[in-house]
């Protein structure tokens, strides 16, 4: 059994909003890194716009002042990894990751070569008895841009083989490192449970976001859900040569 990578960063995720569209593969493939190939959810191919609370970060052990709780926007679709022993790894692509924090993004991009950028943000989350809201807002090429869902305030179980459970049981991460090498690494955290939606918005520029063979596909998503989210641990990762 490989040993466990040494533990890079640990977090708190909550309040996830996963806005859930169908995105041919064909979109997709230019994404995917190598010894990766598409995870597919009833016979279609899945990109979520993701908006969520980064909480009590630390890093190598290091809470750093003014970066330990922040807003994170993303766009991910989802791959997986055959191992030598027959068992697949399930993981996520990023195409677009949004911080607050430059020196997230300098980080991040330095020792996993992902895909953040800085963009200034906010967030509007109440949690009442009877409902929850959670809004995130960020702005970017001079305009600011929407995710929001209101959603039962109660917490629910995922089904197994059910779409919340496709996304959100992906515990690893890819990227593409390098011309010769991907960035594997794990992500860790219980199973999660997820908060109904009644309604939902998102208003961006996705051409601009995410890139214009995106657009059209990033209007009306199949599913969106809120993810109550838990503490979260992420592994140091490891190059795979190509």
């Given amino acids: 059994m490989e040993s466990k990578k040494p533990v890079f960063l640990r977090a708190a995720w909550h309040y996830l909003i996963m806005a859930n569209y169908a995105v041919p593969p064909e979109v997709l493939q230019p994404w995917l890194p190598s010894h990766t190939e598409l995870d597919f959810f009833q016979g279609k191919t899945y990109a979520s716009v993701v908006g969520f609370r980064f909480l009590n970060t630390q890093v190598l052990g290091i809470s750093f ?42 980080l991040a991009n330095t020792l996993y070569r992902e895909q953040y950028d800085y963009a200034p943000m906010r967030h509007d989350i109440q949690h009442t008895s009877q409902n929850l809201r959670v809004h995130y807002r960020w702005k970017k090429f001079r305009q600011w841009h929407h995710l929001y869902a209101k959603a039962q305030a109660q917490p629910h179980t995922m089904d197994e083989g059910s779409m919340e459970e496709f996304i959100a049981e992906h515990y690893w991460g890819y990227n593409h490192f390098s011309e010769h090498h991907t960035m594997e690494y794990a992500v860790e955290h219980p199973r999660w449970q997820y908060y109904p939606v009644r309604d939902y918005g998102f208003k961006a520029d996705t051409a601009k976001l995410y890139g214009s063979e995106f657009e059209s596909f990033l209007q009306h998503p199949e599913s969106v859900f809120v993810l109550h989210g838990s503490d979260v641990l992420i592994r140091q990762g490891r190059k795979l040569k190509k």
């Fill in 65 to 106: 002042p003014f970066h330990k709780d922040f807003t994170e926007v993303n766009l991910r679709f989802y791959v997986r990894r055959k191992m030598d022993d027959g068992h697949w790894r399930r993981g996520t692509v990023f195409v677009s990751e949004l911080v607050p924090k430059p020196a997230v993004v300098f």
